[in-house]
């Protein structure tokens, strides 16, 4: 004799019900009711990006005990940046005054694109799966720059990580280096990735360091130099080459103490009309606490149900025992 009825019954409808609850619950990238006038935000199961659909800053958060936190800077409007300079000054990326641009969520990214008469600059934001768990762990940036004009253009591109400002110990390099005052490396002395510390508790977001792809180009093109210095002194930096002080501390008062941001410069690059070149900013979260991954659960739920499929395709007799316990393990993984 096979498996009863009632147990048949009960387990359909038990697998049913769990399908239903996991599908429904599982949050991928998708547009948040927290967007608002001025940022469009995307919200994944326990990371969440918000951008400034004006102006194309930007800002990560982590869930921590069901609030969000920035992970960042805790400034009131998103601080992490892209500069992109033509002869040494900003060609007005951000500005509306200088170009067009919008702001958009499209298949589970944010994309701003800005443009005015010599490149159109799009930068795409999503969530970075890790390809041991299946599970989004991190941040994904990509930058695309093309020249649009019917003559060879020469762009530098900086990338701003803003930081921390309340400590000391926000950048660490992988020799576990702390550092408090302004600080640049180039060449061989560029490491594969910069650990930040965040605002988040036994949490630091781990930025690998990419190379430019230079489509025009047989390789990529590896940084300038990596640079920590004040956000604001960086952001209201004129004209030329920004000179590091490697004695000179990250505060400007009165406006702000110890407010450091990773800077990553590229050199300055020549484009072709109608070529483009790109880069892909990858920012992991380790040594999290945040809660688990909700594809964790969904391997564990599957696991159960070619168990129970396995069943009912052998006709095998379950005990109550054995309904009791399957009915423990979907309690568990509600």
Known sequence: MGINNHGVQFMRKQICFLLFIFFSNIVFAQNSEQNTEANK???SKNLKICVNKN???FIFYAKKSNEWVKILSEKAVPSSYFMILKDGISIGYGSDDKGIHTC?????EIKYAWENTDARIISTFGFLQNKATQSYDGFNINLTIENISKKDIEL???ACFDGDNDSLKEHY???NKIISNEQELSGNNIKDFVIINTVVEQTVLKVFVPEMIHHELPKNIKPKRIFFTNWRRMKDHKSGNFVVN???PFNTHPYSDNDSALFIEYPNTKISPNKHIEINFKLNIDNSKMPTNPQTKLDELFML???VNQKLNDNEIVSEKYLNELDDKIDTLR
Not at 104 to 108: A, E, P
């Open 41 to 43: 935000t995307l919200v």
């Open 55 to 57: 102006t194309g800053n």
């Open 104 to 108: 958009q969520i499209k298949l589970n």
């Open 156 to 158: 530098t591109t900086i």
């Open 173 to 175: 390099f992988t020799s």
């Open 246 to 248: 490697a004695n000179r």
């Open 305 to 307: 149900l070619r168990e």
